[in-house]
């Protein structure tokens, strides 16, 4: 069993910063990538940013520049630096991860439970 626990969400001002943390755990052979995505109420859930086993990032384009993702591969862990906060940033982020199984050798989509990130003066 594999779980992805994220860590790290709260109230902030606008311009104020939060950093988002997942934690994966269980029989984990190795992580393709690690990510995170939001999803606002009335909205579907989007893409926030990605990182690969190799280190490369992706960006939604409403939060380049602003968040910047890391990843610990020995720790298998992720976190999201978001820095100058807006009121169209808040929502449920949920933690993703593409791992392969140390049981088995095969690759695996999994989903964290959400930490819920609000923006409001």
């Known amino acids: 069993q594999v779980h992805l626990v994220e860590s790290g969400g709260g109230l902030v001002q606008p311009g104020g910063s939060l950093r988002l943390s997942c934690a994966a755990s269980g029989s984990i052979s190795s992580i393709v990538y690690m990510g995170w995505y939001r999803q606002a109420p009335g909205k579907q859930r989007e893409l926030v940013a990605r990182?690969?086993?190799?280190?490369?990032?992706n960006y939604a384009d409403s939060v380049k520049g602003r968040f910047t993702i890391s990843r610990d591969n020995a720790k298998n862990t992720v976190d999201l630096q978001m820095n100058s906060l807006k009121p169209e940033d808040a929502a449920v982020y949920y933690c993703?991860?593409?791992?392969?199984?140390?049981?088995?050798?095969?690759?695996?989509?999994?989903w964290g439970q959400g930490t819920q990130v609000t923006v409001s003066s």
């Open positions: 993703n991860a593409d791992l392969v199984l140390s049981t088995t050798g095969l690759e695996y989509l999994y």
């Open positions: 990182i690969g086993s190799g280190g490369s990032t």
